[in-house]
């Protein structure tokens, strides 16, 4: 008797099973049993220019899509605003200065040898961990097989690897780099970030029995700004915004400046000198069509977990490795620690924590996210890592939160061995301070700090302005706390 009670017990409990699984593949919106799956969306470059961030010219109703599903943080900061630190900093969920990658060659396990990333410690728990597009750097000395189930797919691009089309900009030279911008009509696929969304649509119709975690990287709004033509014609050319300052903010040290070298190698833009009229406007534009380029893809990322009745029991995060001047302060592409570079959008639609399209103010950094993902998956946070879970954000978007998100920057950019100075910046929800250190002896060659207005754009240094000198030295002390390892949190 005993024996039958449990085989009914069991067949009770495998029906139930079956039918969830059946429900569930039906329309998108039942909830799945097990564990939440995650798709983790990794966009270059990409400034918080976004229809639900409030920019009224950007074409987004994807991206919006999935803001209205989750949570948005309006002030979320990357650790360093170049590519290999920030994705180094994010999926290891230590800080730059515990990576040591501050350049673009520098790889993490030089220095954190035995350190499970991100992806690692879901492959850990029994997730399905695949990788598709832009992840880590692109290099392929940048990779790192152990985070993945599987290799990842279009990881590397080793040549123009699919940013050009046009013949024009695929004649054969010492660079890969040819015009700054390309419209051609042509589908979506014929570019890598079509690519990409095909690769992960086809990796989510593989996983969606399993537990998985989806990380998907797309290249655009990275320079090249190349798309297909339909999303240039999204816009009006007349619409295209002007930048709101061109000027570099007022007794700013010209150490925190650069000169635009990443621009500057394309062949259609001048080697020294400010950039015709034409040509900013042109540069705009093409970042605006990428931007919805982009925008389209995630829509298909969307749908496809739609019908595999995924998108109910799926943690979806979207964020950008930086942000992106566009002439602004007379600064094009990142490298600096200014608000343009180092703010970036992130957005967080998780299980059971229905945003519904809510706003935070929290400031927030990209390092949180390692802990944040894990919280939600219900695993193990680890002690030493470098921020904190916004779990708790996601459940209430209007509560009290840490002080203060910490970014850096070295100079000079480029270097070989280490950097002689690196510039430490601290942003409060009012200022931000920023200290250039000599990387010998710690001493502080040039300082920072700026209030902001609407804009969110430095327009004055105020370090020397007696008026400022209590905020400069609460800033200070924020900063050198921060950089002890001090996650400062107000809860």
């Known amino acids: 008797m005993v024996w039958i009670n449990v085989k009914y017990s069991l067949l009770c409990c495998a029906l139930v099973w079956l039918t969830g699984r059946a429900s569930a593949a039906g329309d998108g ?63 290891t969920g230590r800080r730059p200065d515990a990576t040591k990658v501050w350049d673009l060659q520098t790889h993490f396990r030089q220095a954190l040898p035995d350190v499970v990333t991100l992806p690692q410690h879901f492959k850990q728990h029994g997730y399905d961990v695949r990788g598709v597009g832009k992840i880590y750097h692109d290099p392929k000395s940048a990779q790192d097989p152990v985070s993945w189930s599987t290799p990842p797919v279009l990881a590397v691009t080793d040549d123009a690897g699919g940013k050009y089309v046009l013949s024009e900009n695929l004649v054969s030279k010492t660079s890969w780099k040819a015009a700054a911008t390309e419209s051609a009509d042509v589908p979506d696929s014929a570019y890598v970030d079509g690519r990409v969304c095909n690769a992960a649509i086809a990796a989510i119709r593989e996983l969606k029995d399993t537990s998985f975690f989806l990380a998907v990287g797309f290249r655009r709004p990275h320079l090249p700004f190349s798309a297909p033509k339909k999303y240039w014609d999204l816009y009006d050319d007349s619409q295209i915004p002007k930048p709101s300052r061109t000027d570099p903010p007022g007794h700013a040290p010209e150490i925190a400046l650069h000169d635009g070298v990443e621009l500057r190698g394309y062949t259609d833009i001048p080697d020294m000198g400010p950039l015709s009229d034409e040509q900013i406007h042109q540069l705009r534009h093409g970042y605006y069509a990428s931007i919805s380029f982009i925008d389209a893809q995630i829509g298909n990322l969307l749908d496809e977990l739609a019908r595999q009745g995924l998108l109910d029991n799926t943690i979806i995060v979207l964020w950008s490795d930086h942000g992106f001047h566009l002439g602004e302060l007379g600064l094009w592409c990142k490298t600096t620690n200014f608000e343009l570079d180092t703010r970036v959008p992130l957005i967080i639609s998780a299980p059971d924590h229905s945003g519904n399209g809510m706003h935070t103010d929290a400031v927030v950094e990209l390092v949180d996210l390692y802990p944040t993902l894990s919280e939600l998956a219900d695993l193990p946070v680890s002690g030493d890592l470098g921020g904190a879970s916004l779990a708790p954000l996601l459940a209430d978007p209007d509560r009290r939160w840490k002080s203060v998100a910490f970014s850096q920057f070295p100079r000079p950019w480029m270097y070989k061995d280490t950097p002689d100075v690196m510039g430490y910046s601290v942003r409060s929800p009012d200022f931000r301070y920023t200290e250039w250190r000599n990387m010998n002896d710690a001493s502080v060659m040039a300082t920072e700090l700026y209030s902001y207005d609407g804009e969110g754009i430095e327009t004055e240094n105020l370090a020397g302005r007696t008026e400022y000198k209590k905020a400069l030295r609460k800033m200070r002390t924020m900063l050198r706390k921060g950089q002890k390892g001090t996650i400062l949190r107000d809860r």
């Open 29 to 91: 919106h039942n909830e799945r049993p097990g564990k939440p799956n995650v798709l983790f969306i990794a966009v270059d470059d990409l400034r918080p220019q976004l229809g639900c961030y409030g920019d009224a010219v950007a074409i987004t109703p994807n991206i919006d899509r999935l803001a209205n599903r989750g949570v948005v943080f309006n002030h979320a900061y990357c650790q360093q605003a170049v590519c290999a630190p920030s994705r180094a900093s994010v999926l």
